[in-house]
């Protein structure tokens, strides 16, 4: 036994250096590589998948998973977990007939190109097609994985598991039912945030400065967390001891720098506070795409866009731009930080109406994968889902349907845990408030204490617990999506007066 | 065969991959990697090598080289050259028994992390038995490799193929009757070059402004070539359409990185050029480390210290830096640039002394290797050449011996590149002057020309010919070291007006 475990911890080993190569060439290709780079980029990341691939299924790994996973009771925890989710990871694998998943991967390649296109062109119905091949798929694929399962169950439990739909119908019908009212009395309220004086040029090196200034408020160790820079910010690590967050610095707009630096800076906090015994191990990371969004969300939003947070930056802020800010006070900029206005973009959408873009999204994807809705009629839905939601028309399907990446790349599944990151983060909060006083924390510069806790509760079992766990372990109860509405009427109402 | 080639080309293509990744892995911790990724950084890289290394010793790789060398006539140029390459330098490692080599790079390892310490505390003695270990080393593995030349000739074949001590020995001897005395004369001379109106603040964002303008100046086209910031400045490439230079920017030194830029551009615009039927391959690179370096320094020094350069960039200088070189000259900024003063350190060196700083080196390897100098008498003898040579005196051995890392990486016969490179420069200047106007092109920012003249003698060529046949091929004649002295010595006359 000790010798399987030696051999299979090198295993892991092995795998961890190549996701870790193949995570530096997709990071350097996006911060660094000159564009001229990438057929060559192409071409390694090839060999190094292949490579990746032949571990991660390789008859060794199968021998050596089978002893362990029978003498699970003489494992330590980590190793034991690292055996569960590298069989089921397997057998995952073993479930899909190679050729449709290689079929798949070209359609999927194909479908991206298009998709690409066909959003510069406005042309939906040159992706339709496409689109109808990877529900296809989709749909196939999840039979294969969970036979017991209703397929879109079965794809929501890839990036959340054990989210299913039917708490996602809970989640929603509450979404829909508090927030839509909300977002539409604030519309006839008539309110509207100046916003106005931060129309300026602020200087690109000073808001580098005032990213180095953010990290440091939040007590983020940069001898183990890079920021770069890109067209889109993400976050990304290759373990907890390098950690990469990057942004997009626009002159014209101090805030949008300002809440990416935020918000990654939130899922950074998370990966480099999992534990030391995590190390290496793929265990060590967050547990699921709804819990980091929690966390990066919960410092983007509770904590960012709170007015004590708002304070605490505020010296900093005058500093760099005394002349751009001249007059601002704490309350403009906090008023002008939670604008909130219903709009065609996700990604550009403000807290409170984000997750109405969310619903729209989840309740075409259960439709589509449950077959009741079909892509031809995609189009139309999507369009009468925003006005009924969000009160907006959609002009074109560029600016609709097409907007988002996610369904070229045969992403089913993925939106919902965008959202519901936002409602774990509500519910953290709660649990958080009744141990300390954070917004009083957040005045006085200490948010040392609530990344402690954090780190406590959830940050340092990496994967080693199920997000529901998870919630369970921080919040004492099981998710409950009321305190997110809670938490978004009573700020916002606040905020418009209602 | 057309089978054995298809398989050796894909097998070439696997090792390809993995010194992309190696070499992106590298490049990312030089400038984007937080301090604290260096842990795992180690282990994905020993993972990447021992990959790599097995690939280099494949047994089928040693029976496709077998086939193809066997049947040499069958096969295209390129690939006859790379079947060649691989052979010899399989046969290479294959000479060193594992067990010395991996005792080798142990003591490497070692040398190394002692080196680093010994040079913060000026403690030679401490370095002393390391650094003999190495030469032992270094001895022996020259003896396996090239049992039939003497040891230090084996070492400079390494690094620059066909080098040997005799061409060495009356390239230096040229070196020293003729610069020596220029040197001394020049500090007789008493001539102060004035660069006081260099002592400013020139700020970052317009130093940035100034590498974008200089890649332009040098046809360097940044879809395929990218700037940096490291420490030290280098340049590296994954393939000639991914090439990466950097610089490091001194708001107090204009000229720094100004020059790192050019002579970096002059490394990346030999790789961007060479032919395209090397791509990914092995030989799709420079032809040798002096010929690399006489490309870089053809750029830096012939090139970009001429007062044709100074005068192309000139309306640039000023248009960012109107008030900070108020007053300034194009013949103040040309005799700036070309400002001569014997130094203590090689990297700091101008380009009239810097060949002495080599010579120092060359000079005590040989002697070294050769046995017949101490480890022990070393620091005394370096004292003493650096007072013959370059008439000063050395007040530590941190400034002294234990300045360069090279040694401490056993890198014996590397040195003496840097100062041919100089040379084989000067030479292809001169054949280059036969068929065009230079420094009138330059006048005119007609790089191209130039470039396109380099591309046809020597880029295109990768590493197809030996650096002797491309010295002849772009000058029609074989290497000859009068050039280079003949070149400094016009220059420097008439710049201190001897």
């Known amino acids: 036994m000790q010798d399987t475990v030696k051999r299979f911890k090198a295993h892991l080993a092995k795998m961890h250096a190549y996701s870790h190569a193949m995570g530096v060439l997709y990071y350097d290709s996006e911060t660094a590589m000159p564009k001229g780079g990438v057929e060559g980029l192409g071409a390694t990341i090839g060999v190094m998948s292949e490579e990746s691939y032949r571990l991660s299924t390789a008859p060794e790994l199968k021998e050596m998973l089978r002893t362990l996973n029978e003498n699970k009771d003489a494992l330590d925890m980590v190793t034991r977990r690292e055996a569960e989710e590298m069989a089921e990871e397997l057998s995952r694998m073993e479930k899909i007939p190679m050729e449709e998943f290689v079929a798949y991967q070209v359609a999927q390649n194909e479908a991206g190109n298009v998709w690409r296109q066909a959003k510069v062109n406005n ?286 790349g045969g992403m089913f599944g993925y939106f919902p845990s965008y959202s519901i990151g936002s409602a774990y983060a509500s519910q953290i909060y709660d649990a958080m408030m009744k141990e300390m006083d954070v917004p009083a924390l957040v005045k006085e510069g200490k948010l040392q204490p609530v990344i402690d806790w954090l780190t406590e509760k959830i940050y340092r079992f990496g994967c080693l617990k199920k997000p529901g766990e998870l919630i369970e372990n921080a919040c004492g109860a099981a998710f409950d999506p009321g305190y997110y509405t809670d938490y978004l009427k009573e700020k916002y109402s606040a905020i418009y007066g209602l």
């Open 123 to 408: 042309d939906f119905a040159a992706f339709a097609p496409h689109l109808e091949k990877l529900i296809g798929y989709q749909r196939k694929f999840a039979g294969y994985i969970h036979p017991e399962m209703k397929a879109y169950d079965a794809l929501l439990d890839q990036y959340e598991k054990g989210l299913t739909m039917e708490t996602l119908d809970a989640y929603f019908k509450n979404v829909r039912e508090k927030l839509v009212p909300l977002i539409h009395a604030i519309a006839e309220r008539g309110r509207k945030i100046d916003t106005s004086f931060l129309d300026k040029e602020f200087a690109v090196e000073k808001q580098k400065q005032l990213s180095d200034h953010i990290m440091k408020v939040m007590c983020i160790d940069r001898s183990f967390c890079a920021i770069g820079e890109t067209e889109h910010p993400f976050t990304t690590n290759f373990n907890k001891r390098d950690v990469r967050i990057t942004t997009h610095y626009y002159p014209e707009s101090l805030l949008s720098s300002f809440y990416s630096v935020v918000h990654e800076g939130g899922h950074a906090t998370y990966e480099l506070n999992t534990g030391d015994d995590l190390f290496g191990s793929p265990l060590g990371g967050g547990a699921s795409m709804g819990i980091h969004e929690s966390q990066s969300r919960f410092f983007e939003n509770i904590i960012g866009r709170s007015r004590e947070f708002i304070g605490l930056v505020y010296p900093k802020l005058m500093e760099l731009f005394p002349e751009e800010l001249k007059g601002v006070t704490e309350e403009m900029l906090y008023l002008a930080a939670n604008r909130s206005e219903p709009s065609l973009i996700r990604t550009e959408a403000d807290e409170l109406t984000y997750s109405l873009h969310i619903m729209v999204r989840y309740e075409l994807e259960k439709q589509l994968i449950g077959g009741t809705l079909t892509v031809k009629e995609l189009p139309e839905k999507w369009n009468a889902l925003y006005k009924e939601y969000l009160g907006v028309d959609v002009p074109d399907d560029s600016r609709g349907v097409l907007q988002d990446t996610h369904w070229s």
